[in-house]
């Protein structure tokens, strides 16, 4: 089946099931795609990103689902490899017939899948993790056909975060060791930017490949260098083999890790007591009744703190996805939902929350009529014409064993950093 069959496919398939109300009463389902990678170097953090996508569509469903039918999440595990993504894609797409599909984490892996996929045959596309500038550029450039969205900042805000810790910190001369990636090269390239416009210097920058029993051979090029800190950009599972070998050849325990290495995996891997000196940042979330109903409700479904990357994230964009795909109604085709990403956010909607009050209150709202302004997990959030949001940075660091919040940047101090470095968020 062609992906032009497999949408026209999906329109028929969605008119039958209910989008109009009139099959509710009769039991429906509607399904959404979802892409993630759960196993390989991103596993750790991608398993409980799904976790968290599930507690969200059990909340939809909950609160009454789209348009009255439950909703199918389908998820497929891409294994952070490019082509097995966009398999499950197609899959996705074709045999599935989904006219949404959240994912996936990595920016190598999203990319393709929007290219070759979902842009082509008119599906919306949320990612709560891919953080590329390149998907911007793209979207500059028609090329995503609008179709693309996010609900995490690009890798810039990271960068500029990571780079004006490093000289808080007292660090002038850095070593970047950086997944060889188009997540890890442009979040690299912005680092040694915002670092040299900050009054630092970058010694060596040293790309790796992901899967790798040893970087012994790019650490030792990184050493080669005077260096009083080390800036390491990748994922848990090869960022361990990377810090570790870094430490045991001698270099300096002055880190700073990207949001992905805030993680237990990459704090059990390395040792706690090689790591009292590493920082890194994140997301940050606002202070807000929708991020504290959400916090609360992942701690009584999972018996833990909602921390670690991407889980805020791809709670809203399971949510905001479904509540675009409820408001398209009888035009829940790919195109109907990407013109509806944007109204259930409005600025002048009323405020709807997380959980299964916060969103049952949107849905019925939608069914109703009115506008709406869901409020998330990450508070309240824009998507702007390429589909990217911006965000406060929230710095951590290490300490006795444990994940420390020191601080958030807001905003208005984070437009000020990319004033200082010359950098338009993006």
Known sequence: MTLRHGMIAGVLALATMGFGGAASAQGCTVNLGGILTLTGTQGDIGKAIGDTAQMA????????????????????DDQGQPQVGVDAAKQLVEVNRVQALIGTIGSGVSLPI??????PARVT????????PTFTQLAIEGRTGGYWFRTIPTSLLQAVASANQTIDNGWRRTAVLYVNTDFGVNMARDYERAIKALGGAVTMMVPFNENQTSYRAEVQRALSQPHDSMMLIGFPQDGSTV????????????????NSLRSDQFLTNVGARFLNNAWGMDNAQVSAPSVEQFNRDFQARFNRPARGPGIHTV???????????????????????RDQMRRVISLNGEVHGT????????????TAGRTIRYV??????????????TGPA??????NGQFAEVRTLDMDAMNALFARVNAAPR
């Open 355 to 366: 959980g299964v009050a916060g969103i049952k209150g949107a849905l019925d709202a939608i």
């Open 243 to 258: 810090a570790r070998e870094w430490i045991s050849l001698g270099g300096s325990q002055n880190l700073m890790l990207n």
């Open 376 to 389: 998330g997990s990450t508070g309240p959030f824009q998507f702007d014409a390429n589909g990217d949001v």
């Open 125 to 132: 596309q949320v990612s709560c993790c891919s953080t590329s």
């Open 394 to 399: 929230l710095i951590w660091r290490i300490q």
């Open 114 to 119: 929007l290219t070759s996929v979902t842009a």
């Open 315 to 337: 709670y809203d964009a399971v949510v905001v996805t479904a509540l675009a795909m409820h408001a398209a109604g009888a035009n829940a085709d790919g195109t109907g939902i």
């Open 57 to 76: 569509i059990d909340q939809i469903n909950e609160a009454g689902g789209i348009r009255g039918c439950r909703v199918n999440f389908i998820l497929r």
